[in-house]
Protein backbone atom coordinates (compact mmCIF):
# COMPACT_ATOMS: atom_id res chain seq x y z
CA UNK A 1 0.00 0.00 0.00
CA UNK A 2 0.93 3.53 -0.89
CA UNK A 3 -0.19 6.95 0.77
CA UNK A 4 0.89 10.36 -0.69
CA UNK A 5 0.28 13.88 0.05
CA UNK A 6 -2.04 15.43 -2.80
CA UNK A 7 -1.32 18.82 -4.08
CA UNK A 8 -1.64 18.58 -8.15
CA UNK A 9 -2.61 14.87 -7.57
CA UNK A 10 -0.03 13.93 -10.27
CA UNK A 11 2.37 11.72 -7.32
CA UNK A 12 -0.51 9.96 -5.93
CA UNK A 13 -2.76 9.28 -9.73
CA UNK A 14 0.44 8.68 -11.65
CA UNK A 15 2.31 6.52 -8.93
CA UNK A 16 -1.04 5.14 -8.25
CA UNK A 17 -1.94 4.20 -11.59
CA UNK A 18 1.60 2.83 -12.07
CA UNK A 19 1.72 0.51 -9.65
CA UNK A 20 -1.69 -0.91 -9.88
CA UNK A 21 -0.78 -1.92 -13.76
CA UNK A 22 1.29 -4.11 -12.33
CA UNK A 23 -0.36 -5.36 -9.22
CA UNK A 24 -4.65 -4.45 -9.25
CA UNK A 25 -4.23 -5.20 -5.42
CA UNK A 26 -2.37 -2.56 -4.58
CA UNK A 27 -3.80 0.34 -2.08
CA UNK A 28 -3.74 3.60 -2.95
CA UNK A 29 -4.31 6.28 -0.37
CA UNK A 30 -4.56 9.80 -1.19
CA UNK A 31 -3.54 12.17 1.91
CA UNK A 32 -5.17 15.63 2.76
CA UNK A 33 -5.31 18.02 5.42
CA UNK A 34 -7.64 17.52 7.97
CA UNK A 35 -8.64 21.10 8.16
CA UNK A 36 -9.33 21.09 4.18
CA UNK A 37 -10.75 17.44 3.43
CA UNK A 38 -12.14 17.73 -0.01
CA UNK A 39 -11.60 14.82 -1.52
CA UNK A 40 -13.70 13.42 1.17
CA UNK A 41 -15.87 15.58 0.47
CA UNK A 42 -15.80 18.47 3.31
CA UNK A 43 -15.13 22.22 3.03
CA UNK A 44 -12.25 24.06 2.74
CA UNK A 45 -10.54 25.62 5.49
CA UNK A 46 -7.04 27.41 6.20
CA UNK A 47 -4.47 24.77 6.95
CA UNK A 48 -0.62 25.00 7.88
CA UNK A 49 0.64 21.79 4.83
CA UNK A 50 2.13 23.51 2.53
CA UNK A 51 1.91 21.95 -1.09
CA UNK A 52 -1.62 20.04 -0.23
CA UNK A 53 -5.31 20.68 0.28
CA UNK A 54 -5.78 22.92 -2.55
CA UNK A 55 -8.69 23.53 -1.86
CA UNK A 56 -10.05 21.74 -5.03
CA UNK A 57 -10.34 18.50 -6.45
CA UNK A 58 -7.62 19.01 -9.55
CA UNK A 59 -8.58 17.24 -12.72
CA UNK A 60 -5.52 15.19 -12.97
CA UNK A 61 -6.66 13.09 -9.95
CA UNK A 62 -8.06 10.21 -10.37
CA UNK A 63 -10.71 9.10 -7.58
CA UNK A 64 -11.18 5.27 -8.85
CA UNK A 65 -7.63 4.30 -8.10
CA UNK A 66 -8.12 5.24 -4.56
CA UNK A 67 -8.98 3.20 -1.33
CA UNK A 68 -9.41 5.97 1.00
CA UNK A 69 -8.23 9.55 1.22
CA UNK A 70 -7.09 9.97 4.42
CA UNK A 71 -7.10 13.12 6.96
CA UNK A 72 -3.93 14.65 8.99
CA UNK A 73 -4.52 17.60 10.91
CA UNK A 74 -1.65 20.13 10.42
CA UNK A 75 -0.77 20.17 14.57
CA UNK A 76 -0.03 16.69 13.47
CA UNK A 77 2.13 17.25 10.27
CA UNK A 78 4.44 19.54 12.27
CA UNK A 79 5.40 17.50 14.67
CA UNK A 80 6.24 14.50 12.53
CA UNK A 81 8.26 16.45 10.81
CA UNK A 82 10.23 18.01 13.82
CA UNK A 83 10.48 13.93 14.87
CA UNK A 84 11.48 13.00 11.55
CA UNK A 85 14.63 15.33 11.92
CA UNK A 86 14.91 14.45 15.70
CA UNK A 87 14.86 10.85 15.83
CA UNK A 88 15.50 9.80 12.10
CA UNK A 89 18.02 12.26 10.91
CA UNK A 90 15.01 13.35 8.06
CA UNK A 91 14.77 16.97 7.13
CA UNK A 92 11.49 16.83 5.81
CA UNK A 93 8.97 19.83 5.66
CA UNK A 94 5.58 19.67 6.99
CA UNK A 95 3.74 18.01 3.47
CA UNK A 96 6.13 15.11 4.22
CA UNK A 97 5.33 14.96 8.23
CA UNK A 98 1.99 14.95 6.97
CA UNK A 99 2.41 11.75 4.84
CA UNK A 100 4.38 9.94 7.34
CA UNK A 101 1.71 10.77 9.96
CA UNK A 102 -0.25 8.86 7.43
CA UNK A 103 1.53 5.76 6.72
CA UNK A 104 1.57 5.39 10.76
CA UNK A 105 -2.29 5.57 11.18
CA UNK A 106 -2.27 3.10 7.75
CA UNK A 107 0.52 0.56 10.35
CA UNK A 108 -2.03 1.14 13.11
CA UNK A 109 -4.80 -0.46 11.70
CA UNK A 110 -4.90 -4.12 12.52
CA UNK A 111 -5.72 -5.40 9.09
CA UNK A 112 -2.41 -3.98 8.18
CA UNK A 113 0.24 -5.77 10.52
CA UNK A 114 2.60 -7.53 8.36
CA UNK A 115 1.86 -5.31 5.21
CA UNK A 116 4.05 -3.21 3.53
CA UNK A 117 3.28 0.79 3.47
CA UNK A 118 5.08 3.03 0.84
CA UNK A 119 5.27 6.51 1.57
CA UNK A 120 7.40 9.50 0.30
CA UNK A 121 9.78 12.39 2.22
CA UNK A 122 9.21 15.14 -0.98
CA UNK A 123 9.60 18.51 0.93
CA UNK A 124 12.71 19.81 2.48
CA UNK A 125 12.65 21.04 6.11
CA UNK A 126 15.08 23.98 5.81
CA UNK A 127 12.88 26.63 5.53
CA UNK A 128 11.14 25.86 8.67
CA UNK A 129 14.00 25.96 11.19
Same mark, same amino acid.
Given at each position: ??????????????????? !?????? *???? &???P?? $?????? %?P???? !?????? *?G?? &?????K $?????? %???????????????A????I?G??????????A?Q??????N?????????????????
Open positions: MVCFGVGSGGTCTGVGRFL !KEKNPN *IEVY &PVEFE $SSVING %LHSPH !KIQGMG *IMI &PDVLD $SLFTEA %LRVHSDDAMAMAKRLKEEALGISSGANVCAVLAKRPEKGKLIVTTVNSFGERYL
